[in-house]
């Protein structure tokens, strides 16, 4: 059930700013990494995915990062609409194909117009 | 392409009943779908592994014979929900995996009154 006292870290940005939600994974033999956007009611979106073999990806005005000696992974957002408000969830997996997805608490981006 | 159904959307049933719950993926085959829950401001949590033509993997903690899946062809996973209970009510959402990535449903509302 729901932990008592349990909240969604939030990251509240202007339109038209930049975004950086950022992620710590857990598992140093973690190969492949997945951001996903969940609207409310929804099921989560794919966004982009990067190899544990790659330090950068990027696609239409979102980019990824990994920082594998950290264990530190972060979605950067461009030029945010009032279209991207949603929970940003990473997901980590040990195998290059994605089968046991481990998904972090995920971070709430607010527009504020 | 990589489209994934689930059906119903919502559901609400009495204390005591049997939900089914159908996810379908519409645009490829898909040996294996996976099943998760997800309750209120928390992540998603996986509970179990669906595999086309053989037994489901369930997750430590997920009661196999209460969450009963069902792969029996390779568009369609069923999940059942049986003897429900209001502690069951949760968002409950399938993935498949078409290639590399996991593509998720819309998710299904189950409440247990």
């Known amino acids: 059930g729901e932990s008592v006292g349990l909240h969604l870290p939030t990251l509240s940005v202007q339109e038209g700013d930049n975004s950086i939600i950022n992620c710590a994974y857990s598992?140093?033999?973690?190969?492949?990494f997945i951001w996903y956007k969940q609207e409310s009611g929804k099921g989560p979106q794919f966004i982009i995915d990067?190899?544990?073999?790659?330090d950068k990806r990027q696609g239409q005005r979102v980019t990824v990062l990994l920082n594998k000696t950290v264990k530190h992974l972060s979605l950067q957002i461009a030029a945010t609409q009032p279209g991207d408000s949603a929970v940003y969830f990473c997901?980590?997996?040990?195998?290059?194909?994605?089968?046991?997805?481990?998904f972090g608490q995920g971070t709430r981006l607010t527009i504020n117009p | 392409g990589a489209v994934v159904s689930q059906h119903p959307s919502r559901v609400i049933c009495k204390s005591g009943t049997s939900v089914k719950i159908e996810c379908r993926s519409l645009?490829?085959?898909?040996?294996?779908m996976f099943w998760y829950r997800q309750f209120p401001k928390q992540s998603l949590m996986l509970m179990a592994t669906?595999?086309?033509?053989?037994?489901?993997?369930?997750e430590q903690g997920v009661e196999k014979d209460k969450f009963l899946i069902n792969h029996a062809s390779l568009t369609l996973s069923t999940l059942t929900v049986t003897s429900a209970h209001p502690e069951d009510s949760s968002f409950y959402i399938c993935?498949?995996?078409?290639?590399?990535?996991?593509?998720f449903g819309p998710g299904t509302r189950l409440l247990v009154l």
């Open positions: 993935s498949a995996l078409p290639r590399e990535t996991q593509y």
């Open positions: 598992n140093s033999a973690s190969d492949y």
């Open positions: 990067i190899r544990s073999n790659m």
């Open positions: 997901a980590e997996s040990p195998l290059v194909r994605a089968q046991k997805l481990v």
């Open positions: 645009d490829f085959q898909a040996t294996t």
């Open positions: 669906s595999n086309e033509g053989s037994k489901a993997t369930y």
